[in-house]
């Protein structure tokens, strides 16, 4: 199960967003991609932030209250981010995650650039298959 890695379950063309893109269009995208997140990125594809649909969902009330639209990703982005490498092994990033709240991790190659993504989704899909592997295979 340790040869099951990151790199083979993940989203390799996930939303990425920029800190000066306005929240509207970063909202249209993740309904459209129906996506909970995604990472923001610099000019050299390094991950920098993470912005989620609860952020989005702040930001949109604030502005419906205020009657403006005036945010960007950068105003209402975390600029923590918990990221995880391509070449991580499935079931020691399923034990890492424990009771992390992100729901959506960036995945990084060891240039730190983003490479894609990857859900609790995926996790649990890529241990899904391998145990109906082990189940026929008895």
Do not use: W
């Amino acid at each position: 199960m340790r040869s099951m890695k990151v790199a083979d379950y993940m989203n390799r063309y996930p939303l990425q967003f920029t800190r000066s893109m306005p929240i509207e269009e970063a909202v249209a995208l993740l309904v459209q991609a129906q996506q909970t997140g995604g990472p923001v990125v610099d000019e050299r594809g390094t991950v920098i932030g993470f912005l989620s649909e609860q952020d989005c969902l702040a930001a949109m009330l604030k502005d419906t209250y205020h009657k403006e639209q005036t945010a960007n990703v950068e105003d209402c982005m975390h600029g923590d981010v918990l990221t995880v490498n391509s070449d991580m092994a499935i079931l020691d990033l399923a034990q890492q995650l424990g009771n992390q709240k992100p729901k959506l991790y960036p995945v990084l190659n060891y240039a730190g650039t983003l490479v894609g993504v990857i859900s609790r989704t995926d996790i649990l899909r890529a241990i899904d298959l391998h145990l109906k592997d082990s189940y026929q295979n008895r």
